[in-house]
């Protein structure tokens, strides 16, 4: 099983360049597992399992959404 793992994927891409790469991410989605990392909370635009990590009052917390 192949994984792919992006950080901040989208970080300095314009609106367009946001679409193309979620267009690329959502095809390589179909022969591997894809793990975005980012600070951008519209991500659930992408109709996947999200895993949200804060920190609050100096304690890590991980939500599942």
Do not use: S
Not at 17 to 32: F, I, R, S
Not at 35 to 55: A, P, R
């Amino acid at each position: 099983y192949n994984i792919l793992i992006f950080d901040e994927a989208f970080e300095n891409l314009d609106e367009e360049g946001v679409y193309d790469m979620y267009d690329l991410l959502k095809e390589a989605a179909k022969n591997c597992g894809v793990y975005l990392i980012t600070h951008n909370e519209n991500m659930d635009l992408m109709n996947t399992n999200i895993i949200d990590i804060q920190k609050i009052k100096n304690l890590t917390h991980v939500i599942t959404c």
